[in-house]
T-cell receptor
Framework: AQTVTQSQPEMSVQEAETVTLSCTYD???????LFWYKQPPSRQMILVIR??????QNATENRFSVNFQKAAKSFSLKISDSQLGDTAMYFC?????????????FGTGTLLAVQP | NAGVTQTPKFRVLKTGQSMTLLCAQD?????MYWYRQDPGMGLRLIHY???????AKGEVPDGYNVSRLKKQNFLLGLESAAPSQTSVYFC??????????FGPGTRLTVL
């Protein structure tokens, strides 16, 4: 079975500092995507960053970057220069393609609080 | 472009009542999905569709039905609502098996 695990239910960081959110996943597939979604208090699910498994280079989007370790099945999110607007629930998600399942599987989320 | 929209935003039902949630997307996406979000459990897939006229079961399909009569719309129906269906429901769409874009959610309470 494919699973996504986020082992940090809650985290806190001071404004302007850097924080890393952890995610591990389990799959026997070779072709897949990994995502980080952000869910602020408004409840909207917002895509933060996307990684294609066949690419060795880590994805970056402005202040957001990932550390993708395929062999270890690890996909952590680093937020640099944290801002108050980064306060949200962050979900790691996985989807495989080309196989029998094409379903986005979510972790249980990490609640990040950015402190002023 | 409006992206993915959901109607209604909030709803309160009594046990046994029925209702339909509407999802619409204007991105010409082939795939559409319905999820539910419960505290501490992340999002779980209810049903999905890979194209107009197709539907398939997800992880938690019991008690729900869906229809995809038009490419841009995906309806989620509850025939006889139960308190266990109290949740926040999200619709999402994608071009293929790739990034999914989400609607704003519908908060449903079943009394």
């Amino acid at each position: 079975a494919q699973t996504v695990t986020q082992s940090q239910p809650e985290m806190s960081v001071q404004e302007a500092e850097t924080v890393t959110l952890s995610c591990t996943y389990d799959t026997s597939e070779n072709n897949y995507y990994l995502f980080w979604y952000k869910q602020p208090p408004s409840r909207q699910m917002i895509l933060v960053i996307r990684q294609e498994a066949y690419k060795q280079q880590n994805a970056t989007e402005n202040r957001f970057s990932v550390n993708f370790q395929k062999a270890a099945k690890s996909f952590s999110l680093k937020i640099s220069d944290s801002q108050l607007g980064d306060t949200a629930m962050y979900f790691c998600a996985f989807i495989s393609y080309g196989g029998a399942t094409n379903k986005l599987i979510f972790g249980t989320g990490t609640l990040l609080a950015v402190q002023p | 472009n409006a992206g993915v929209t959901q109607t209604p935003k909030f709803r309160v039902l009594k046990t046994g009542q029925s209702m339909t949630l509407l999802c619409a997307q204007d991105m010409n996406h082939e795939y559409m999905y319905w999820y539910r979000q419960d505290p501490g459990m992340g999002l779980r897939l209810i049903h999905y569709s890979v194209g107009e006229g197709t539907t398939a079961k997800g992880e938690v399909p019991d008690g729900y039905n869906v229809s995809r009569l038009k490419k841009q719309n995906f309806l989620l129906g509850l025939e006889s609502a139960a308190p266990s269906q109290t949740s926040v429901y999200f619709c999402a769409s994608s071009y293929r098996v790739d990034t999914q874009y989400f609607g704003p959610g519908t908060r449903l309470t079943v009394l």
